[in-house]
């Protein structure tokens, strides 16, 4: 039987099943490393400040640092019977220098240990989300430029609207993605705070440092409050919101992607190393990655759900049911950072269908919107030429034929200001770069927004 941290004032040893229902070294294990640099930088204050001898705080950071070295290179496998990695470490810390070890929590508790290894778990994913979004924004760029000139349906309720480039539909993900960076920017700030030296919630007798504490683990700012620094979770929750909107940013991609890979669209083709067949049905192939990031936004969302419900309602200042935080948040950053890097890797490997994209958008009723705006340059009130406009469109499903088949006197009938300059405007090519509007589908709109989103990209 091994010593827990706090046995002393129990008489009685604590039941086998109650340890193993309330250990969490299998999940926060994951934390080896930062609880590693925490107690680094707590014991380098401590001996700094006097309040521990230089030679013992020597001691310890040795021993600490090749502990990391034994976990990491999995000669020191964590035991679950520990109850917590914070426990882990301090054991085998006594086993390799001795009662000197007890000294490391000097002026501490798990409550702000677990607190500054959470934020320095933080600071750590979010950079490698940022870095992935990145590599995904870049991406967008360059489809955005392979094919400003291609033309594609926009669409509103899933039917055919108007033609847009290819470049615009890109360049709308590209914002969203930017967006998501800048979120991610802006909780990076909330997260760069050291709650190191809050002790259990009330401080300590001992004359922390706890503004060296902050230096020596690089986080920019120093908490205000010790109640709040180990009470609070809401930077984990701010965290999952995120990954929670950008996994519906990515899982609305992948919709698109998958139906336009369908038979019926045929849009466009994602290549084999990231389709997969059926064992039955020798013809298939599934966009079951895109299908995949899909699914795993609902997981995320679960995730984010699953820590708001844990924090409601717990009184102050810490309650163990806040050690439930640690598996929805690794969770939700291993899907979104997974999902991040694996979907741009396949959108890397996706061709539009250009040939019969270029086909359909000449055909389709998707270009009566120029009627419309045709007549309205003529001067017509927009009401009516809408209406003309409708009838033009039904008159071309019953003769089924396409706006640019039907011959001018047939136009003439509907209206007499319909002239031979109307052809013109029915090109989807036309359609797309007359509009002038800002931030519009026209290809030199399209090339003025990929210039600014690459100032953006460079930042
Ligand atoms: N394993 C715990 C957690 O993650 C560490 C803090 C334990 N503190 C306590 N007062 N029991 O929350």
């Known amino acids: 039987e091994k010593e827990l941290l706090w046995q002393s004032r129990f008489s009685e040893p604590f039941d086998r099943e109650a340890l193993l229902f309330s250990s969490s070294v299998d999940v926060d294990k994951a934390l080896y490393q930062e609880d590693i640099k925490g107690s680094i930088a707590h014991v380098t204050m401590l001996s700094e400040e006097a309040i521990l001898p230089v ?21 020191l496998v964590p035991d679950w019977e520990d109850e917590d990695i914070h ?17 490391m929590h000097s002026g501490r508790s798990r409550n702000d240990q677990v607190a500054t290894d959470t934020r320095l778990y933080l600071k750590r994913t979010i950079d490698e989300l940022r870095s992935a979004l990145d590599a995904l924004k870049s991406l967008l760029l360059e489809k955005a430029e392979t094919y400003r000139h ?15 480039s290819a470049g615009h539909y890109y360049l709308s993900y590209f914002n969203m993605f930017l967006r998501d960076n800048q979120r991610l920017d802006d909780l990076f700030k909330r997260v760069d705070i050291s709650p190191l030296g809050a002790a259990a919630f009330a401080g ?49 991609f992948c919709e698109d992607l998958i139906l336009w890979s369908s038979s019926e669209f045929n849009y466009l083709e994602i290549s084999d190393a990231f ?29 984010l759900i ?5 924090m409601k309602g717990l009184p102050l200042s810490y309650n163990r049911d806040m050690q439930e935080d640690k598996p929805p948040l690794f969770d939700a950053a291993k899907s979104t950072i997974s999902s991040v890097r694996i979907f741009s890797k396949m959108l890397a490997h996706t061709k539009l269908n250009e040939e019969r994209l270029t086909k359909l958008t000449a055909e389709d009723l998707s270009l009566s919107t120029e ?21 033009i469109v039904s008159h071309a499903i019953e003769s089924a034929t396409s706006l640019p088949n039907i011959p001018l006197e047939t136009y003439r009938s509907f209206s007499e200001l319909f002239d031979s300059d109307l052809y013109d405007a029915l090109q989807p090519e036309a359609s797309v770069n007359t509009k002038q509007s800002h931030g519009s589908t026209s290809f030199s709109s399209v090339d003025e927004q990929i210039k600014n989103a690459r100032k953006k990209l460079n930042r």
């Open 55 to 75: 030679e013992e705080a020597r001691l310890i950071i040795e021993g600490l640092e090749e502990i990391e070295q034994e976990i990491s290179s999995g000669a």
């Open 150 to 164: 291609t033309i594609i349906f926009g669409y509103t309720h899933l039917q055919r609207a108007q033609p847009i």
């Open 275 to 303: 389709a997969t067949g059926s064992s039955i049905m020798p013809q298939k192939k599934n966009a079951d990655i895109a299908e995949l990031v899909r699914g795993k936004t609902g997981r995320v969302y679960g995730d």
């Open 371 to 391: 009627i419309a705006e045709y007549l309205v340059r003529k001067n017509l009130p927009f009401r009516d030429a809408h209406r003309i406009t409708g009838k």
């Open 204 to 252: 300590s007798t001992l004359q922390l440092n706890a503004q060296r504490s902050m230096e020596l683990l690089d986080f920019s700012t120093l908490f205000e409050n010790s109640i709040d620094a180990v009470s609070d979770r809401d930077i984990i929750i701010e965290f999952i919101s995120a990954c929670s909107i950008i996994m519906m940013h990515l899982s609305r």
């Open 87 to 103: 426990t882990v470490i301090e054991n085998r810390l006594k086993e390799k220098i001795g009662p000197i070890a007890g000294k």
């Open 306 to 310: 699953n820590i708001l419900t844990i």
